[in-house]
């Protein structure tokens, strides 16, 4: 996505894909064919007082298409200038977990944004600019790994792999939920959980109903609990779990094959029982 933004000084500025995102040119045409010049400072730059102010504001949530187009969006709506040269993100497909009656803060937002694309942001006072690198944001949970299982990160998940078979569990994390209302906290944290999980079982099970679901206790909270077999294989089972601790969405996964049920269901049920979610983690650093 190109998107035309402003008129200034007889130039045209426009969001671009790949390096540095924004470029200014003579012409549309001029700035589609590779000419023109990045800008490598922006107009408007926040101070840390200002920052601080704006990643508590809230924004749409609607997360749509690949990463250099929505974030030519960003530019061209809010003026949110993205780089994220040599991150490798710009054509990664974007998902949105976010129901679409909520708002998140502009700093959930981004949190979002850089799980899904594997990366850490940071804002550059000097130059206007929100920084995506190529590093990976912590997440913000532990868990005690069952015997002989690996972990690795993957983007917005964490993915465990037993010893026995190519899968086991994973952990998507889907993002921080709050309100600006104390009173309505409980209804966009239950709004969040049932939107997550059906996000999910849809894929499994396009015409799902919420009795399906069932509630079970995972790190103290109340999860919405679903399993079937999967269509590709009805020896294999979903299972998933969607929960929400001090304001973060989680959705585990469990696909166990009937043969390894007795071995590995057992420690998925473990690992889940000594999840817990890191003090001060609301603000993710990278790994």
Known sequence: MKCILNISWGLLIVAMPAVGQIRKGASPEGLASGHGTIVRVLDQRMTPAELRTFLAKRTSG?????????????????????????????????????????????????????????????????????????????????????????RRGEGNQVVFVPPVAPVGMDVYIMGHFSSD?????????????????????????????????????????????????????????????????NGWCFLIVSVISEENEPRLLPDVKAMISTFEVLEGSSRARPE
């Open 62 to 150: 609607q997360i749509v298409g690949l990463f250099h187009g929505y974030t030519s969006l960003l530019w061209a709506l809010y003026n949110v200038g993205v780089w994220s040269e040599g991150a490798v993100a710009d054509s990664t497909p974007l998902e949105n977990p976010f129901p679409e009656n909520y708002s998140p803060t502009w700093k959930e937002l981004m949190d979002v944004l850089a799980r899904q694309v594997d990366c850490t942001w940071h804002y550059n006072y000097d130059t206007g600019y929100w920084v995506f690198e190529k590093k990976r944001m912590k997440p913000p949970f532990t868990l005690k790994i069952a015997k002989g299982w690996n």
């Open 181 to 245: 209302d104390p009173a309505k906290l409980q209804e966009v944290i239950a709004t969040a959980r049932e939107h997550v999980s059906k996000l999910f079982a849809q894929k499994l099970k396009p015409d799902v109903t919420e009795a399906e679901f069932t509630s079970e206790k995972v790190c103290g909270e109340a999860a919405l609990h679903f399993s079937v077999p999967t269509p590709r294989d009805p020896r294999l089972k979903w299972r998933q779990w969607a929960f929400v601790k």
